[in-house]
């Protein structure tokens, strides 16, 4: 996820909206995904959809909406413990996809 390849989920959107707002301009189905058809998408008169000249709404006024001070600190943290080596990595480097369980075990996405 830290990658960018799964940014048509709604969690890429939560905590990546600067990365993920910009794409919503140039893939339709993004913007679909994301609820942004409207602001960066047309149908024309061909009945076939383009990118808007301009977005309805300006791209960093979007990535604002969609910005939450908590989550970029607790992205931060969990960048910061990660390079720290207190906190394992998880698949592809991705701070905190890894993460203890009750009792010490260490978990990732393979054995949890």
Not at 25 to 49: N, Q, V
Not at 65 to 73: D, G
Request: hydrophobic share 35%; charged share 30%; proline share 8%.
């Amino acid at each position: 996820m830290c990658a960018g390849e799964y940014d048509w989920a709604h969690l890429a959107m939560h905590l990546w909206p600067e990365r993920v707002v910009p794409k919503c301009a140039t893939d339709r189905g993004f913007a679909i995904a994301h609820g942004l058809e409207e602001a960066f998408w047309i149908e024309g008169s061909d009945r076939k959809w383009k990118p808007r000249a301009r977005p309805g709404t300006p791209v960093d006024e979007l990535v604002r909406e969609r910005s939450s001070p908590a989550v970029k600190a607790a992205l931060k943290s969990l960048a910061e413990a990660s390079s720290a080596g207190s906190r394992p990595q998880g698949r592809r480097g991705c701070p905190g996809a890894g993460f203890e369980a009750p009792g010490g075990e260490h978990l990732t996405e393979e054995n949890s």
